[in-house]
Each structure stands twice: as C-alpha cells, then as structure tokens.
C-alpha cells in the first residue's frame, strides 16, 4: 500500500504563498489520481485539486482556480500544490489522497489511501 506524506504547511499573511508537497512510498500506477482535499474549522473536507498520473491532467474546484497549480515530479513521486494569494478561506488542514480508479472523483470516499495532514493557517 502507497503511504502518502504532505508537508509544506504554515503560517502566511492574506495574499502570501505556500507550496505543500506529498511525498508517495510506494508505485503509483499510471491509472491513478492524486487529489489535495482540505478541512477548515468546523467544516466538512472539500476537495481542493487532482491531477491523474498518466498525463498530469488537472482538476479544481472554482474556489481556487487561478491561485493554486497542482502538478507532480513522477521521478520522486511527488505531488505539489502550489498556493498563491492566499485568502482567510483557505485556512485548512491539507491533505493528499490516491484513487485507484482513472476516473476524476470530487468525494472523500472514493480515496483509497490519506496523508496524515499539514496545517495553513492564513492570517490578516
């Protein structure tokens, strides 16, 4: 089984940067997908971003889209995500996730394995 360990996270003021990494122990397969999810205080965990390993197709939800870049270095089996102007929404626990299926998922369940997990905090 792939274990999957992000780091990255932080402190940033509004409009800051941050890049979180998700290392993978263990094959990938080409039919696999790597998504970031986040859970904010008191909220339920929302998907974030995914890209699939074949072809580093990408996916985000509208929140972030044009502020975040998710992308992979399929030689160190790595996947990052890459969070520009940041806002106080985006305090969250990030996560990254594997599925084993080739088709894009949006839902929790449909994850097969977790990271334990790396804190932003945004601050004005």
């Known amino acids: 089984q792939v274990q999957l360990a992000e780091s990255g996270g932080g402190l940033v003021q509004a409009g800051g940067s941050l890049r979180l990494s998700c290392v993978a122990s263990?094959?990938?397969?080409?039919?696999?997908?790597i998504s970031w999810f986040r859970q904010g205080p008191g909220k339920e965990r929302e998907f974030v971003a995914a890209?699939?390993?074949?072809?580093?197709?990408?996916w985000y939800t509208d929140s972030v889209k044009g502020r975040f870049t998710i992308s992979r270095d399929a030689a160190e089996n790595t996947v990052y995500l890459r969070m520009n102007n940041l806002k106080l929404e985006d305090t969250a626990v990030y996560y990254c996730?594997?599925?084993?299926?080739?088709?894009?998922?949006?839902?929790?369940?449909?994850?097969?394995?977790w990271g334990q997990g790396t804190q932003v905090t945004v601050s004005s």
């Open positions: 263990g094959t990938i397969y080409s039919n696999d997908i």
């Open positions: 890209i699939n390993w074949r072809l580093a197709k990408t």
């Open positions: 996730a594997l599925s084993k299926s080739e088709y894009i998922s949006y839902h929790s369940s449909s994850y097969d394995n």
